[in-house]
């Protein structure tokens, strides 16, 4: 009598993907807890293989020179999102959008997928998420519901690539979400890391070989993080964020990682009731709202990729009567808050230990740069010293521990953005030279942060003039 072997069972974290061989509450390689769940071994990651491996064949070495040609694009149409893309989808490769829920993704690529199909490009819109009907709801109040665009409501992958064999391969294929995708591959439930990782296996095995481009929709996690295992980062072309405050009427699309473009272009929409709008000039959204006559108020002519952008950085200094002052910050790195307070304490003699301290980007722009820190000094110093700044001034630099003010790349394009919105000075650093020769505006050098400090203390009392109109 024979005796069936019996299954192989293995726990798969939910966070990181890590296999483990018995179930724990804590997962060894990532740290979160409860993260183990039961899943089949006979599939999926962790999983043997089921038939013994063949002889392999010999494969072409080639040498690193040869002729090269630009990877073939498909430009949408829509400039903000062929700009985040670097030109436009790639024929056979895989994208990954993430964002908060309810943010827009959606949105944004029916509006990309209409755009297309409009240009003469086969698209197929996959939801397993939504209904057929609530796809045309939202076509219909986004005024794209006459585009040529084939949907579906389907988690399925065999179903979604066995209808896809039946004609000619899509220029778009988007699937809504990939977390609602489920295989027959292996044995999981739809949503866990062996699911998510084999139906976006299966997608991108079929985008290279039919040259479709596949763009997923990814959920994002609570710190911000798109939900799943990293490997589907890996595994995709580019990975892009849709980010945006629930507060604020744009959103940005941001690209953490592009194999065949830049990664540090933004494109900037702007959300309203019949759907993203794009914003060819994102500096007069940014400073659209000014009170140039409030201390705390400082100008950061900054660069998003290769397009600069102003935006107004806000900075309020309170005494406090807490023995540990509070620092809150929306929009820059706390730590290098920690820096500047430091740099102003050691090196400029500003007292800010007794003090409340909030610094709050304007309208709810991610700045990650080291350049803003000459503007977050002067913010800080004039909220602390009530001495508003001028209103027609941009800042930029990066500031060093010792208290130096270093020259950052890309002057001339800020100076270039600041004079076309009507600004007539800039402070940046002494070290930059011919970076402003072409340039008409007032310009104020300083090579350390305590110079800064001092005109911004000899301006206390003085009148507030109005605020620069943008062009």
Not at 148 to 172: F, G, Q, R
Not at 262 to 275: K, N, Q
Request: charged share 20%; proline share 6%.
């Amino acid at each position: 009598m024979r005796v069936a072997a019996r299954q192989k069972v293995q726990y798969v974290c939910q966070n990181c993907g890590a296999v483990s061989p018995r179930w724990q509450g804590r997962c060894d390689d990532c740290g979160e807890w409860n993260s183990l769940v039961e899943e089949s071994g006979s599939g999926g990651i962790g999983a043997g293989p089921k038939r013994s491996p063949g002889k392999g064949r010999i494969i072409t070495l080639e040498g690193l020179a040869g002729s090269t040609a630009e990877a073939p694009r498909t430009r949408t149409g829509i400039a903000e999102f062929d700009r985040v893309t670097g030109g436009g989808f790639v024929r056979g490769s895989a994208l990954l959008v993430g964002g908060d829920p309810g943010i827009g993704k959606s949105t944004l690529l029916l509006q990309a997928a209409a755009a297309l199909g409009r240009s003469g490009h086969p698209v197929v819109y996959v939801s397993g998420e939504e209904a057929v009907a609530q796809i045309r709801m939202r076509a219909e109040r986004l005024g794209v519901a006459d585009a040529p665009v084939k949907l579906a409501a389907e988690t399925s992958v065999e179903n979604i690539l066995a209808t896809l064999s039946e004609e000619a391969p899509p220029a778009l294929l988007i699937a809504d979400s990939i977390q609602t995708m489920w295989t027959d591959a292996v044995d999981s439930a739809p949503g866990s890391v062996t699911q998510v990782r084999a139906s976006s296996q299966a997608l991108i095995r079929y985008a290279k070989q039919s040259g479709t481009a596949v763009v997923f929709v990814g959920h994002v996690t609570k710190d911000g993080q798109i939900a799943g295992p990293r490997v589907v980062e890996h595994m995709v072309d580019g990975v892009l964020y849709f980010e945006g405050e629930g507060g604020h009427h744009f959103r940005i699309l941001r690209a953490v990682k592009n194999r065949f473009g830049p990664t540090d272009e933004i494109g900037v929409f702007e959300m309203g009731g019949g759907g993203l709008r794009e914003v060819s000039n994102p500096s007069e959204l940014f400073l659209g709202e000014r009170n140039a006559r409030t201390p705390g108020a400082a100008v950061f002519a900054g660069m998003e990729g290769t397009r600069p952008v102003l935006v107004e950085i806000q900075a309020l200094v309170a005494p406090t009567t807490l023995g540990t002052p509070r620092r809150a910050v929306i929009g820059w790195d706390q730590n290098r808050l920690a820096m500047i307070l430091a740099v102003l304490e050691a090196h400029c003699r500003v007292r800010l230990g007794d003090c409340d301290v909030y610094l709050n980007v304007a309208g709810g722009l991610r700045i990650s740069e080291p350049a803003a820190d000459l503007a977050v000094a002067a913010a800080l110093v004039s909220s602390r010293l009530n001495a508003p700044l001028p209103s027609d001034c941009a800042y930029f630099g990066e500031v060093s521990l010792s208290g130096a003010v270093r020259p950052v790349a890309h002057a001339p394009a800020r100076l270039k953005e600041a004079g076309k919105l009507g600004f007539g000075a800039a402070v940046l650093p002494s070290a930059a030279k011919g970076d402003r020769a072409d340039s008409d505006m007032r310009l104020k050098e300083v090579g350390q942060l305590v110079e800064l400090v001092a005109e911004v203390a000899a301006r206390r009392g003085e009148p507030s003039v109005p605020a620069p109109s943008g062009d």
